[in-house]
């Protein structure tokens, strides 16, 4: 069909055939690549890493053939009836003026359909057997079905093929975000926080579950709030920092936080209230001693080398990391000039690049037992990295060498 839509004389001499085998060609390219990109993935990573790959690859797709697209034939012109025999007749030229994107409704649900569900049916492909044996599976599939659901739900044009106009559109699509982040939050507990990282929650059951639960929920509310414009309208900044403050002391109860520590917390609330830098200040400095006893809790004590670095070499790293990370948000917010910004920016993907490659090259090395730093988050990290530099160049907040740098 592809290389028939090539030839000219057949777009002008069919019309009606041109716009469908476009179509065809458009609609099928998602299901053709999911099967050869699943093909391709299993041989190159661990089997059970080919849902989460293929869950980007998909997203990917999606972004660029599921929403609508102009038709490249809709203003073509047909040829005369008595020459090729392939007119339009009155059917076909209503609808070539009525609908000038490719795919129907009925295709881009199709697509979404396949993105949504395709991934978390490898994963239930794979492990069907222990499927719902051990609970981590559980977890995953539910990660693995919200996390697209809840991506396409919020790409722009994402939901275009919902039939109806106006508030019942917008209706369908909020309660549709809202099912998915709450599923999504539900698998990221269960698969992340208490299966990667149960190990450093100090509460027993069931009030480790309740603590991380009211912590993880509620400060996602409050993002939804601030995300959304709520925050000062319908919502009080006051009850949203006592809100805040309330998630912060269970996370930290379920972490054994000293609770000394916790009323720098507030220093966020004060600062989105005030918008000075001092109350920001407050927030940074209770977040990064907080670290700080973390790692001399959990990892200082340890003699151990990574690689051909020491752990206590990337401790200092990884605080050094933290800090800008919780500076410049505050910095670019309060109007940060650019040449400060590009400077922590830099400094920080110095600090961060040689620990990664540590741990990355580490983990990929003959007979190394357990991945501690998989390929996924160095390329998560990168496109991370990307997004964040093109946003603040697009801000001025980042000059030229720094946006040249961060793209190196």
Known sequence: MWISLQFRWIQATYPA?????????????????????????ASIVDSSDVPYYLAVLLAVMYYSVGRPLPSSYHAAPAADPKIGGGGLGKKERVMMETRSTVQSHLDGFFMALLTVCLPGATYAAIHWVVLFRHSVHVYSLLLLLSVPLLYVSMLPQGLWWIPGKGPSVVFAQKVIIGVALIAALAGFEGRVVFHSFGSYIKLQPPWDWIAVTVGLF???????????????????VTVAGTFLLICVTAGSMALGIPMAWLPAASGLALFYDSQHIREYLVFVTGAFITCVWFMFQHFWFLDVTIGAMSLHNMCYQVLGGVLQALLIPGLVHAGASATTTTALLVIQALTIAPMEEQLYLVSHEDFAGEVMYPGYLVLATSAAGLLVARRLKAWGMLTDVGNWLMHG
């Open 17 to 41: 055939i041109t716009i469908i085998f476009e179509r065809a060609v458009l609609t099928a390219s998602l299901p053709v690549a999911a099967v050869m990109y699943s093909l391709g993935l």
């Open 218 to 236: 509620g400060f996602s509310a409050v993002t939804v709030a601030h995300m959304s414009g709520a925050l000062g309208v319908t919502c009080d």
